[in-house]
């Protein structure tokens, strides 16, 4: 769960300065939109600027994990360890870019 809350905040911090909104997040899946509470004619270009963001300070933050690890003597142990035995999390993003309808439907 630790390592979730890391990943929001850090996505939170990738979306912000590039006029994103996070929507919504469930379980291990976000939902971030650019351009509905205000125009951004360049939103492709933010999202893109985001998601890049976000991959960099994931692989910062599985390297200092890798190091972690390494410090504490638990390369094999718990320390952000995945089902392939590799220290960190791993993140996978797509971008789509379309007319949408944005707002409260069905309150």
């Known amino acids: 769960a630790w390592q979730?809350?890391?990943?929001?905040?850090y996505l939170e911090d990738a979306v912000k300065p590039e006029k994103g909104t996070v929507h919504r997040v469930a379980y291990t899946t976000a939902l971030v939109s650019f351009n509905c509470s205000?125009?951004?004619?360049?939103?492709?270009?933010?999202?893109v600027k985001a998601a890049c963001?976000?991959?960099t300070a994931?692989?910062?933050?599985?390297a200092s994990l890798r190091a972690q690890?390494?410090?504490?003597?638990?390369?094999?142990?718990?320390?952000?360890?995945?089902?392939?035995?590799?220290?960190g999390v791993s993140v996978r993003?797509?971008?789509?870019?379309?007319?949408c309808l944005v707002g409260n439907m069905g309150s």
């Not at 993003?93 to 007319?99: P, Q």
Request: charge should be neutral; hydrophobic fraction near 35%; proline fraction near 2%.
């Open 4 to 9: 979730i809350q890391t990943v929001i905040g």
């Open 38 to 47: 205000t125009a951004a004619p360049l939103h492709s270009v933010h999202a």
């Open 53 to 55: 963001t976000l991959n």
């Open 58 to 62: 994931i692989a910062n933050y599985n």
């Open 69 to 87: 690890a390494v410090l504490t003597g638990q390369q094999g142990g718990s320390i952000g360890m995945g089902n392939n035995g590799n220290c």
């Open 93 to 99: 993003m797509g971008l789509c870019s379309g007319t």
